[in-house]
T-cell receptor
Framework: DAGITQSPRYKITETGRQVTLMCHQTWSHSYMFWYRQDLGHGLRLIYYSAAADITDKGEVPDGYVVSRSKTENFPLTLESATRSQTSVYFC?????????????FGPGTRLTVL | GENVEQHPSTLSVQEGDSAVIKCTYSDSASNYFPWYKQELGKRPQLIIDIRSNVGEKKDQRIAVTLNKTAKHFSLHITETQPEDSAVYFCAASSQAGTALIFGKGTTLSVSS
């Protein structure tokens, strides 16, 4: 039962480097999401995707890029990492639109930017 | 902008007591209200949800109530147990219905 997976689980990088976080789901869910979780801020939506090749910005998209060439994958790229992007990143997927049904979260990636 | 406020930020109860977490939302178009539980170091998981055409929903020791007029909803946990200790997040659907807006979370501690 793979479900939804993220890689890497932990990543340490330096300011200015490019970093890609991977997300893969085996349910063929149409909708996928990227959140960041920071103490005192809860879960904030970075980007979401309604289907392959359809993506849209969430609440905090600046500094991030996404792509979705295949339904099952939704990578998140930090083009030039900054210390403020140190966070725990969660990917999620849903059979229904983001505001209509249960979202299933991946295990998270803890990213530290030095 | 769209906003969900959640209170309290921390809650400590004795085992067997009830716990109540309250959320208010800003967008009257919101029609889906889930609650997620996140144990330490784990991923958030849905524990209960409610839609705007329902005023209350119950699942064993957990219940959620919704007051659309006042734009607030609450999570009620009865007979709390130590394994209920976690961070709880409320959320409301965005105006466009494409995303969830999460509250900042409540850390619930149940002591035995």
């Amino acid at each position: 039962d793979a479900g939804i997976t993220q890689s890497p689980r932990y990543k340490i990088t330096e300011t200015g480097r490019q970093v890609t976080l991977m997300c893969h789901q085996t349910w063929s869910h149409s909708y996928m999401f990227w959140y960041r979780q920071d103490l005192g801020h809860g879960l904030r939506l970075i980007y979401y995707s309604a289907a392959a090749d359809i993506t849209d910005k969430g609440e905090v998209p600046d500094g991030y890029v996404v792509s979705r060439s295949k339904t099952e994958n939704f990578p998140l790229t930090l083009e030039s990492a900054t210390r403020s992007q140190t966070s725990v990143y969660f990917c999620a997927s849903s059979e229904l639109s983001g505001g209509a049904g249960e979202q299933f979260f991946g295990p998270g990636t803890r990213l530290t930017v030095l | 902008g769209e906003n969900v406020e959640q209170h309290p930020s921390t809650l400590s109860v004795q085992e067997g007591d009830s716990a109540v977490i309250k959320c208010t939302y800003s967008d009257s178009a919101s029609n889906y209200f889930p609650w997620y539980k996140q144990e330490l170091g784990k991923r958030p998981q849905l524990i209960i949800d409610i839609r705007s055409n329902v005023g209350e929903k119950k699942d064993q020791r957990i219940a959620v109530t919704l007051n659309k007029t006042a734009k607030h909803f609450s999570l009620h946990i009865t007979e709390t147990q130590p394994e209920d200790s976690a961070v709880y997040f409320c959320a409301a659907s965005s105006q466009a219905g494409t995303a969830l807006i999460f509250g900042k979370g409540t850390t619930l501690s149940v002591s035995s």
